[in-house]
């Protein structure tokens, strides 16, 4: 048996405990190990095991999922482990799943997962994140202390006389941009999170593709949609969905200045335009609309729905000389108008290429494909293939990497009664391996010989109790 199956079964077998103290332990010992080997949540194969330990009178988890509580029928609630502090749930997702979630703790106070290390940063803030078995996390996402960085520059205010007041834009330049000329410009919506390392982090997967020679250089055009005399104001709403004088601005205004200033290549062939959400619907606008200035077009789950009429600019209209890349998450996304864009896009003849992933409306799966689309636009023709991977995040590929235990050592600092105990998972003492008092000194215990597995001992010294979960070979 798989050791998820085994901890689950441990778990509600130590739940019916008759004594309260050792189910505490052993309840407590468990969860230590498994925050430990950040295997919580528990997964295995498409069943995720949600475990929170805390005092409370009801417990939800919600997320992704259910659409933050919105959606209805789904259950979220956790189950009480007999009288013990321990919640569970239980949920099935696809193998290669990555999802956002949060605790609602009794049904007002909303809680990042206490056991749960892995985050993932929005507009609105952090949430905890669930790795299913099979998700790989997009490392060139990561920094890499060793990784030669590109700059930043200042920030630009452009007065647009299209749209009738400023806007921010601020622009990377890969490492070594003063012995480069005629770079492809990649111009981005939303990009104070783009470039956010915690959000887009696309300066980093830029940096770190440069460095693995995988990708050419590029330029990168971050504009943001906040006013720059006030960053609280947000006008994407107003700029992004079909806005000829948004497109104006860029095409007229935004382009023009960053020919000026850097060294671009400034053929519509060596520019790309990328979005997301109503960005990515922006993006899609502007290729129907622009490709005499945009020919590469990057479009994350976009929400078409604002839009309809994109379509029909699509399917009506020949055939653009576009390469476009889409994406789009499957659980609570766009995937259903993207797929239906694929199709025109198919019946067209365009160059394109489109990705699912099980995933929903957030950075952590935007930041997931980035790689992948600077690769398709940017791509350098020795870019190498990436190594399999091992199911990092699968509990039972965590558990198994546990260190075996063959003995149990301790130190007492005066003469004392020594008790060491062994339980199996469901909580029955199997064996007392000690009782008697010892003197001071260091101490040294030989486990019997047991069936390969996972169990727990009880180290108690005088008053004090050590409860411990241990793997054998």
């Given at each position: 048996?798989?050791?998820y ?6 778990l ?10 050792l189910?505490?332990h ?14 919580i ?13 805390g005092h ?12 933050w509580g ?52 929005s ?28 700059t ?26 003063e ?20 959000m ?6 830029l ?14 055009v ?27 601005f ?5 382009v023009?200045?960053?020919?000026a ?7 519509p ?51 653009l ?12 996304d ?15 003849g ?24 600077l ?7 020795t ?5 399999l991977r091992?199911?990092?995040?699968d509990?039972?590929?965590?558990l ?10 301790y ?17 029955k ?28 001992y ?16």
């Amino acid at each position: 048996m798989e050791f998820y199956e085994l901890i689950k079964e441990s778990l509600l077998a130590l739940s019916h405990l008759a004594s309260a103290s050792l189910q505490q332990h052993l309840l407590g010992a468990l969860w230590e190990t498994l925050r430990s080997a950040h295997s919580i949540p528990m997964t295995s194969g498409e069943e995720a095991l949600f475990i929170y330990l805390g005092h409370a009178n009801t417990v939800h988890w919600h997320g992704d999922y259910n659409q933050w509580g919105w959606q209805k029928g789904i259950s979220t609630a956790g189950k009480q482990l007999g009288k013990s502090h321990l919640w569970i749930l239980e949920k099935v997702f696809p193998a290669d799943a990555r999802l956002d979630y949060k605790l609602l703790l009794n049904e007002h106070e909303w809680l990042l997962d206490p056991a749960n290390p892995y985050r993932c940063k929005s507009g609105f803030g952090h949430s905890s994140e669930l790795r299913m078995p099979r998700y790989h996390y997009p490392l060139s996402s990561l920094r890499r202390p060793d990784t030669p960085r590109g700059t930043m520059s200042e920030t630009f205010r452009l007065q647009s006389r299209y749209l009738g007041y400023a806007v921010a834009l601020t622009v990377y330049a890969p490492f070594g941009y003063e012995r480069l000329s005629h770079l492809p410009t990649l111009y981005v919506t939303d990009g104070h999170e783009y470039a956010d390392d915690e959000m887009g982090a696309l300066c980093v997967t830029l940096d770190n593709l440069l460095a693995e020679r995988r990708i050419e250089p590029i330029l990168v055009v971050f504009i943001d949609p906040r006013n720059p005399d006030n960053p609280n104001e947000n006008r994407r709403l107003e700029e992004y969905p079909a806005n000829p004088k948004f497109l104006k601005f860029v095409t007229k205004e935004a382009v023009p200045l960053i020919d000026a200033l850097f060294r671009t290549d400034a053929q519509p062939q060596s520019r790309a335009f990328l979005g997301t959400s109503f960005g990515g619907l922006c993006a899609a606008y502007f290729g129907a609309k622009a490709s005499d200035t945009f020919q590469r077009i990057g479009i994350q789950s976009p929400s078409f729905w604002k839009y309809p009429e994109i379509f029909e600019l699509y399917e009506k209209q020949p055939r653009l000389p576009l390469q476009i890349y889409m994406s789009s998450g499957t659980i609570h996304d766009t995937a259903q108008r993207a797929r239906q864009m694929r199709e025109i896009l198919a019946r067209k003849g365009y160059d394109f290429f489109y990705r699912e992933t099980n995933e929903s409306h957030s950075w952590g799966t935007w930041r997931g494909v980035l790689e992948e689309m600077l690769l398709y636009f940017f791509g350098t023709p020795t870019a190498p293939s990436r190594p399999l991977r091992q199911p990092e995040h699968d509990t039972n590929y965590k558990l198994s990497a546990l260190p075996s235990t063959s003995h149990i050592h301790y130190a007492l600092a005066h003469r004392e009664k020594v008790t060491i105990e062994l339980y199996d998972l469901c909580g029955k003492e199997i064996d007392r391996l000690i009782c008697k008092f010892q003197r001071r000194g260091e101490h040294t215990v030989d486990l019997p010989k047991l069936d390969a597995g996972l169990y727990f001992y009880r180290l108690h010294i005088g008053t004090l109790c050590k409860t411990q979960l241990f793997r054998t070979a």
